[in-house]
């Protein structure tokens, strides 16, 4: 049977090995490509993983946005220890990715465990099915979610109890890769408008990870994650000067306005997709705007894209787990 990809001539977008947009509408998201790399293979939650004693549960959180909960090892019902919270949003370019896929289970696991917090990692709609704001949106309630189970007063009908029981919503994170990480950036920044995400809970800390933004620089063309944005930009926004990937954007709001009180930042030295002087630019960005709050930003040397992922046992992505588990402990 031949292949849709190889109906050339109906192709709108074609970049494989990731995706493929046709005319009529319909994306091929190369599942093999996906699954060699684990954005694409889905693995069930585990009541105890075998390597980290960490527990994991799928839950709804409304008719289009899914979640999955990771509880860290020797948390019971029994015992009252509150523990940080950090929502974590997966990478993929907002086009492949899944909150349930075998390469985000896995670091999650390691990441619950390195820094003995609970995390929900959250499975959004997709592009181009669905466009960019309508992802944000799913993102933005996932939050609200998530911060509901803070009040007792709160009308949250589906509330989960290892929230309720154990989450510390004084030290609530959020947290992403690459795509993930540009969703943390327009999240903190729309809590920043909203004075918060509902009353009396703030944002604590946001972790970027390889975040996907796009600044202009020389040749930005040629990168691979400028023409995956351009593949599903919105038509009302302005390409790279939209605001919801480039937060040095023009008409992009100060970034005075992150509202979190800590920022931790990191990108590698030889990042395929981001190129690292977009990374710097943005911390520039950042300390030149005034934000009040403390930053830790690491560039990796030698290091390419979301490599901690990859390979979450190398002596360097063990560093970056550390370093991230450390900011969520705040040692």
Known sequence: MASSFDNVNDLVVDLYPLFRIYKDGRVDRCDDTSASIGLSSYVPPSLEDPQTGVSSKDVTISPHVSARLYLPKNTTSTNNQKLPIFVYYHGGGLIVGSAFSHVHHCYLNILVSESNAIAISIEYRL?????????????????????????????????????????????????????????????????????????????????????????????????VSYNIWMAIAPTSESGINSSMINPLAEKAPCLSGLACSRLFL??????????REIGIKFVDGTKKSGWKGELEFIEFKGEGHCFQMKNPEEEKAQNLIKRIASFIQHK
């Open 127 to 223: 592009a181009p099915e669905h466009d960019v704001p309508t992802i944000y949106q799913d993102c933005w309630a996932a939050l609200k979610w998530v911060a509901s189970h803070a009040s007792d007063k709160s009308a949250l009908v589906n509330k989960d109890p290892w929230l309720t029981n154990h989450g510390d919503f004084d030290k609530l994170f959020i947290a992403g890769d690459s795509a993930g990480g540009t969703i943390v950036y327009n999240m903190a920044m729309r809590a920043g408008r909203e004075g918060g995400i509902i009353e009396n809970v703030p944002i604590y800390g946001s972790i970027l990870a390889f975040p996907w933004f796009l600044i202009p620089i020389e040749n930005i063309e040629q990168v």
């Open 266 to 275: 990191c990108i590698g030295e030889k990042d395929e997709y981001i190129p």
